[in-house]
């Protein structure tokens, strides 16, 4: 059994990485699809801003059911990016996590953060790399003498699976930050190409 760098699982690690789930106590699998599925609702809040009251319900409906030109994941952090709410650097992080939730919903294997084939794709996001490094200058846990790897595993949380949660963490904060300061096309000029400008 591949024993990573681990961090002991203190109070400091309960913090609210998502409000109403202990993501720490999850499967890696379920965080994935977990905070890729609330950034894709922080995606839709920014464009439903956007449309303001001036789609009805079946309107709504149409455009965001998964058929709709902004139903999937994918297609809303596209045309996010098309309309300048996100920048290319979050766009790309946005896939590959995008691929990563491919991954693992559409797959019966084992998944782990701490898997070589996954640390080297999370190493490709852009700031994974620099949390990885700040948590393993901290004071990693030690297996206890007569402790089991088992026992050991269960006490401690990986530094790979900390890195994820403050790293989807941030994209969606960044997606809600776009969404807070994001301008409803109504309190604009009508057909003017500023409605889709951030901060106008």
């Not at 309960?14 to 609330?38: M, Q, T």
């Not at 409906?61 to 300048?84: E, I, Q, R, V």
């Not at 890195?163 to 109504?186: H, I, N, R, Y």
Request: glycine share 6%; charged share 25%.
């Amino acid at each position: 059994m591949k024993v990573t760098p681990r961090l002991g699982i203190g109070p400091q690690l309960y913090k609210s990485f998502h409000d109403g789930v202990n993501l720490i106590a999850e499967s890696d699998r379920a965080v994935v699809l977990i905070i890729a599925n609330d950034i894709e609702n922080a995606l839709e809040a920014v464009f439903l801003k956007v449309f303001d009251d001036r789609l009805n319900k079946q309107l709504t409906k149409d455009l965001f059911d998964f058929s709709g030109p902004l139903g999937t994941y994918s297609a809303k952090f596209k045309m996010a990016y098309a309309f300048g709410f996100i920048d290319k650097v979050l766009y790309d992080d946005l896939d590959r996590l995008r691929k990563m939730r491919n991954d693992v919903a559409h797959s019966s294997s084992e998944f782990s953060f701490d898997d070589n084939d996954t640390e080297q794709k999370l190493l490709t996001f852009g700031p994974f790399k620099e949390l990885h490094t700040q948590w393993r200058a901290t004071t990693l846990a030690t297996q206890l003498s007569g402790e089991t790897v088992s026992d050991f595993v269960a006490r401690t949380v990986s530094v790979n699976k900390i890195c994820v949660l403050q790293m989807l963490g941030l994209f969606k904060k960044l997606v809600d930050e776009k969404a807070a300061s994001v301008k409803p096309a109504t309190d604009l000029l009508p057909g003017s190409p500023q409605a889709f400008v951030l901060g106008v």
